[in-house]
Nanobody, 123 residues
Framework: VQLVESGGGLVQAGGSLRLSCAVS????????IAWFRQAPGKEREWISC????????YYSDFVKGRFTVSSDNAKNTVFLQMNRLKPEDTAVYYC?????????????????WGQGTQVTVSS
């Protein structure tokens, strides 16, 4: 299974970006997807997880109300819409997947990872 993120970039505080995570190599519907991020000098932190089984979605408290996950199953792609971005959102953003329907906010639960995409929010 391969995951490829795209959509990162430089944006001013208050702006928006939409990240994409294209999944290939297996049946998309069989995988749970999560988003994580890692800022320089900090540990990787969980942002959101999404179930292709029942489309349930969970968010960390620091992005709830600002970030939204959606999917296009015809394109095997999951999106992370990020609104009202803050400088502290600056990080490399990763999507991750594991086969099955259980959701987890632990990075160790996910088998497959994308290469990451840089998001930089200027003040």
């Amino acid at each position: 299974v391969q995951l490829v993120e795209s959509g990162g970039g430089l944006v001013q505080a208050g702006g928006s970006l939409r990240l994409s995570c294209a999944v290939s190599g297996d049946t998309f519907d069989d995988y749970a997807i999560a988003w994580f991020r890692q800022a320089p000098g900090k540990e990787r932190e969980w942002i959101s997880c999404f179930s292709n089984y029942d489309y349930s979605t969970y968010y960390s408290d620091f992005v709830k109300g600002r970030f939204t996950v959606s999917s296009d199953n015809a394109k095997n792609t999951v999106f992370l819409q990020m609104n009202r971005l803050k400088p502290e959102d600056t990080a490399v953003y990763y999507c991750a997947a594991h086969q099955g329907y259980s959701l987890s906010y632990h990075a160790s639960s996910y088998t497959y990872w994308g290469q990451g995409t840089q998001v930089t929010v200027s003040s």
